[in-house]
Each structure stands twice: as structure tokens, then as C-alpha cells.
């Protein structure tokens, strides 16, 4: 599970946050860990994907403005959030996911979103203009 999360908060559009999940409990190099949103009254939205090799996905939304990255000694992820934009306001869940990802951005996202496992109520993320 994700043992501990940090670095939500408010921003002014354009800003940056750094989101980080610390995960405990299981073999961090045997799953696929990411990040999803929640923004109220909206379905959740896949968000970035890190495999245990460091191959990496993301949603349309957020190509090129964010970046997940992984210390497998630390057992941390972390999603970097830049350029954001209004609609990125959202409730974020860092979640993982034993499957092999692969193809597409959407594709694997999708199979991510199908399998994920997360816990706690997410990170708030705030994004005034």
C-alpha cells in the first residue's frame, strides 16, 4: 500500500507541485505504480503510470506538463506537476497494480485503471487562476 503521500496543496495556474508516494507493505519493484484524479462530480482520470522497468505513461491531459519518476531505493514515487491548469483541481490517489503495461499511453492506463489498488483518501490539489 502507499504508506504515505505529501505535497498536495494550492497553486495559482502556471504553478508546479510535486506529489510523492512512499510505498510499504509489498515489493516495490513488482508493480506498476501511478497516479489517478478524482475531481468532484467527474470520474476518475488515469494520470501518469511508472512500470518497475521505468517505462512511463500519461494521460492526453497532462503530456508534457508532468512527469513520474521513481526511486526504487526509497521505494518513492513522485509526480511532478508543472504548467498547471485549472482543471488539473482534483483529489489525487497514488495506486498500484501488478500487471504488465505496455502499447499505448491510453491502453496501458486503461489496463492500469482496471486492476489498480489504492487506499486513503488522496491528496488535494488546488489550482486557483
Known amino acids: 500500500r502507499c504508506s504515505s503521500w505529501s505535497g498536495g496543496g494550492s497553486v495559482q495556474a502556471g504553478g508546479s507541485l510535486r506529489l510523492s508516494c512512499v510505498a510499504s507493505g509489498f515489493r516495490f519493484t513488482d508493480y506498476a505504480i501511478g497516479w489517478f484524479r478524482q475531481a468532484p462530480g467527474k470520474e476518475r482520470e488515469a494520470v501518469s503510470v511508472?512500470?518497475?522497468?521505468?517505462?512511463?505513461f500519461y494521460g492526453d491531459s497532462v503530456k508534457g506538463r508532468f512527469s513520474i519518476t521513481s526511486d526504487n531505493v526509497q521505494s518513492t514515487v513522485y509526480l511532478q506537476m508543472d504548467s498547471l491548469k485549472l482543471e488539473d483541481a482534483a483529489n489525487y490517489y497514488c495506486a498500484i497494480a501488478r500487471k504488465i503495461l505496455a502499447g499505448s499511453d491510453r491502453y496501458a492506463l486503461r489496463v492500469f485503471m482496471s486492476a489498480m489498488n489504492y487506499w486513503g483518501k488522496g491528496t488535494p490539489v488546488a489550482v486557483s487562476s
Open positions: 511508472i512500470t518497475p522497468s521505468g517505462e512511463t
